[in-house]
């Protein structure tokens, strides 16, 4: 086996695990839901809930 | 031994060595051969400039081109009669007459040497090898790579419409019927050969061999050749390698033949271990629903899920939305997802909406009425789900609206981020893909060059 097929299959076996990870700890770039970083009120309420509406 | 030239300045082809004894005016004399079925050497002056001439492959040789002049003598005649003077100047050769090379675990003598071309054009080196032995080989080569060939004692047999089969392996055609010449020789051959003698010739090819098919006024023959590596003839004869250049020879292999099918191999088992583990790891359990009674005025209503136990250190938290009876409306969602042992709150919005009417293509519909908002990375704790749904008409159409709306909230434990499956194969079967479409172009360019490619961009 060459040494480019040892370095692709060792870059599958990191995608693969890296994969596995964020599927076992719900990690995705693309969710939607963020952690609110604005200011909260009593109670952990959050104040000034903005997002995007529809128009 | 090479023997020594007759006129110093003249190139010594045989390349250098100690000089033979024979004189322009000595007899034949047979060198008898160490084994019993080995070929003999001879030795003789050639009759138009006197040099001193070896035949390597007596009894065999039919045509000897004198190395030092350039004439071509028949030496089946005893008087070795003289058949075609040549008046040029003798070219120095790559592989020189009389150097000897080891190929494929066989050592080779350069006996003889032709220049042929097609009337002029695509000119090609032909070597012939004699090994006592193992009797003779072709080494070809136009310049790109080296080609080492052998004569078949059978012909191939016909496979399809245009193609051959040798030893179980199909030759697929590539250069169509071509009369090409010989425009040079030098040397001993077992054959009559002279400048100007024309053969019509035809070549099939399979990766890393060509089948070649040659018919002149005599005979008819097959030669199968096998590209050999870059290396092994500079290795073997001492010469330096081939330039190289231009497009792939007719026969020579893909380099990215196997790595591609190697590395497509080893993503689709990638493909098979994340499509496994977002089986495994996907999906959503538990889910809590609640509903939200709301006017399609614009008024905000709100509503709360809880309390929702994550476990997991971390995970995935999906809220789906559905409104089935909305129509021409669409609905607002704000969630808000709080912890309420640390305060942390986890944000989303979303929307459900549906549209339809009639035009003059018939009924239309847009929007859905349903939606779903992932959260990533959610700490284990105790959450509330806070739901705010603001629903609103579509005033500007002509048709109904939906004057009041139910919108069903669902939270669930984990999520399926479909998004992350698309980029991971794409990151694992790009490269793949890459060196795959190398593969294809360094197929097309060898292509390029037959007669049988489908584009008949070749004259004569």
Not at chain 2, 212 to 218: A, D, I, N, V
Not at chain 2, 237 to 247: A, C, I, K, N, Y
Not at chain 2, 422 to 448: D, G, M, N, Q, T
């Amino acid at each position: 086996m060459s040494r480019g097929i040892m370095i692709f299959a060792a870059w599958c076996l990191l995608v693969t695990s890296g994969f596995a990870y964020a599927s076992f700890a719900g990690y995705s770039p693309f969710a939607d839901g963020q952690r609110a970083s604005g200011a909260r009120g009593p109670g952990g309420v959050f104040i000034g809930r903005g997002g995007p509406r529809h128009k | 031994m090479p023997p020594e030239p007759p006129d110093s300045d003249r190139p010594n082809p045989w390349g250098a060595g100690e000089s033979g004894a024979a004189g322009p005016t000595s007899p034949r004399t047979v060198v008898t051969a160490e084994g019993d079925k080995a070929a003999a050497a001879e030795q003789f002056n050639c009759p138009n400039c006197g040099g001193s001439i070896e035949i390597k492959a007596a009894g065999y040789t039919v045509t000897v081109a004198c190395q030092y002049c350039g004439s071509t003598l028949d030496v089946t005649d005893p008087d070795v009669r003289i058949i075609q003077r040549y008046e040029e100047e003798v070219r120095k050769l790559d592989l020189p007459l009389g150097s000897r090379g080891k190929l494929r675990g066989i050592e080779w003598e350069v006996i003889g040497y032709m220049r042929r071309s097609e009337n002029g054009t695509y000119p090609w080196d032909e070597y012939l090898l004699f090994n006592p032995y193992y009797g003779y080989r072709f080494l070809d080569t136009d310049g790109r790579g080296w080609t080492l060939g052998r004569q078949l004692t059978e012909m191939p047999a016909k496979n399809g419409l245009l193609g051959f089969t040798v030893d179980g392996e199909f030759y697929e055609p590539f250069y169509a019927q071509t009369r090409n010449q010989v425009d040079f020789v030098l040397g001993e051959f077992y054959w009559q050969v002279q400048v100007g003698e024309e053969a019509l010739t035809a070549d099939y090819v399979r990766p890393g061999k060509m089948l070649s098919w040659e018919s002149s006024k005599h005979e008819t023959e097959w030669t199968l050749g096998e590209l050999l590596e870059p290396n092994e003839v500079p290795d073997a004869f001492g010469v330096e390698p081939l330039t190289g250049g231009g497009l792939p020879l007719p026969h020579q292999p893909s380099p990215y033949k196997k790595q591609s099918g190697q590395m497509m191999k080893i993503a689709g088992l990638a493909a098979a271990a994340i499509i496994l583990f977002a089986i495994m790891f996907g999906g959503t359990s538990d889910p809590e629903t609640t509903r939200v009674n709301l006017a399609t005025n614009g008024v905000e209503q709100s509503a709360k899920i809880g309390p929702i136990e994550l476990t997991r250190p971390r995970q995935a938290v999906t809220v789906s939305a559905r409104a089935p009876g909305i129509d021409n409306a669409w609905i607002d969602l704000a969630y808000t997802l709080t912890d309420r042992d640390t305060g942390d709150v986890y944000e989303a919005s979303n929307v459900v909406e549906h549209y339809s009417g009639y035009d003059a293509e018939g009924n239309w519909t847009e929007g859905s009425r349903s939606s779903s908002s992932k959260f990533s990375m959610v700490p284990a704790g105790t959450y509330d789900l806070t739901v705010d749904a603001a629903g609103s008409q579509w005033l500007e159409g002509q048709y109904a609206a939906t004057r009041n709306a139910v919108v069903e909230v669902s939270i669930a434990r984990g999520a399926t981020f479909y998004s992350n499956i698309i980029l991971a194969l794409i990151v694992v079967f790009v490269p793949a893909i890459w060196v795959w479409i190398r593969h294809l172009s360094f197929e097309s360019r060898r292509k390029s060059d037959s007669d049988f490619a489908g584009d008949d961009d070749d004259d004569d």
